[in-house]
């Protein structure tokens, strides 16, 4: 009898990925994701990012001028920004390290704010890019769509220096506070739920490691 491959089962029930249309995602969030990230980190050369997983990787290289070196583009390790952010900040403590990343991923792993409240360093800074939404799977509404507060959760979690940012006028003073605290940082800004722009990168994710890591070290001399 013949068998059923992998292959051809996959091909009798084709993936299908249902997306929310443009026209029926509604966010609280006005702001341009890519403008509101270039303009929270502002100059990017002399700082470490980490790009979280999704539309926050393309809006964190987007703010860094691309696929470059000291910018670690997250793929796949959905929940894990924030606590790379906080083990670099660590660990390279004379380094502006900055977060991207997007509600949903943070909504997966909030319990590392705890340990970054407590630990608190502050070379840590961490922005969130709220569209309430989990755009790259179809445009599911997250949590925050339904009044979940992360500013509040990293309150909660002890981070002090805090702000939710929904206009545009708001985004220099938080770009001062995320430079120039002296406790990790964080903020939230409510984007509009539209496509991120993708920005063309590497995914081989050991050679992108090693780059950042080369990169990390010869920044510490
Ligand atoms: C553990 C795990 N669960 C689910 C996924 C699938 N996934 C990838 S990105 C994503 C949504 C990310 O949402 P958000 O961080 O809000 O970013 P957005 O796409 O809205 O910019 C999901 C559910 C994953 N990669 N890993």
Same mark, same amino acid.
């Given at each position: ?15 299908? @990925? ?8 509604? #966010? ?81 792993? #909030? ?18 890019? !709220? ?20 500013? @509040? ?19 220099? !003073? ?6 120039? #605290?002296?406790?990790? #940082? ?17 995914? !081989? ?15 510490? @001399?």
């Amino acid at each position: 009898m013949a068998k059923t491959t992998t292959k051809s089962a996959a091909k009798a029930a084709p993936k299908t @990925k249902t997306v929310t249309p443009v026209s029926e995602r509604k #966010s609280s969030g006005h702001l341009d994701r890519r403008q509101a990230t270039i303009r929270l980190l502002g100059k990017t050369d002399d700082v470490l990012i980490i790009g979280g997983i999704a539309g926050a990787k393309d809006d964190a290289m987007g703010a860094a001028g691309g696929d470059v070196a000291h910018c670690y583009a997250l793929g796949g390790a959905m929940g894990a920004a924030c606590a790379m952010g906080l083990g670099l900040a660590l660990a390279q403590p004379t380094r502006r390290v900055f977060v991207v990343t997007g509600e949903g991923e943070l909504l997966m792993n #909030s319990g590392t704010l705890a340990t970054i409240g407590v630990l608190n360093p502050p070379n840590l800074s961490i922005v969130v890019l !709220d569209n309430e939404y989990y755009g790259e799977t179809g445009y599911q509404p997250s949590h925050t769509a339904r009044g979940v507060d992360l500013v @509040k959760i990293a309150e909660g979690s002890g981070i002090k220096a805090t702000r939710m940012v929904t206009k545009e006028s708001e985004l220099d !003073d938080a770009a001062r506070m995320l430079r120039q #605290s002296n406790g990790t #940082s964080f903020v939230v800004a409510k984007v509009a739920p539209t496509d991120p722009e993708r920005v063309p990168h590497s995914r !081989d994710g050991n050679w992108q490691r090693q780059r950042f890591v080369r990169t990390v070290a010869a920044w510490k @001399k």
